[in-house]
């Protein structure tokens, strides 16, 4: 059940960066970041099985979640980052026989250890 993020560096403003979630045997996984001294939020999630994403309305058109089922992989994709998306990344799962997709960091059961995205102006 555990998850492994990847991906995360430094980059410039305009920039893209994929990131990868090692998440085998979950039917969600959603992305959250949080930048130093604020709460976890949400970015995107995923039903691995339809395939179906819902996002929080501040990527919407710049980052783009998908999954290969055959790798148990879920990427986020996101392009024109700007400055205020640095933070740290964490993928997360909710239970195993769980197919809804939720919002709320606290109905994710399963988490990763976060990758770093640093974005300069």
């Known amino acids: 059940v555990q998850l492994q993020a990847s991906g995360g560096g430094l980059v410039q403003a305009g920039d893209s960066l994929r990131l990868s979630c090692a998440a085998s045997g979950h039917n969600v996984v959603g992305w959250f970041y949080q930048s130093p001294g604020k709460v976890r939020e949400f970015i995107a999630a995923?039903?691995?099985?339809?395939?179906?994403?819902v996002y929080t309305d501040s990527v919407k058109g710049r980052f783009t979640i998908a999954r290969d089922n055959a790798k148990s992989t879920v990427y986020l994709q996101m392009n024109s980052l700007k400055p205020e998306d640095t933070g740290i990344y964490y993928c997360?799962?909710?239970?195993?026989?769980?197919?809804?997709?939720?919002?709320?960091?606290?109905?994710?059961?399963?988490w990763g250890q976060g990758t770093l995205v640093t974005v300069s102006s």
């Open positions: 995923i039903n691995v099985n339809s395939g179906s994403p």
């Open positions: 997360a799962a909710r239970g195993n026989r769980i197919t809804v997709i939720a919002r709320s960091p606290s109905q994710y059961a399963y």
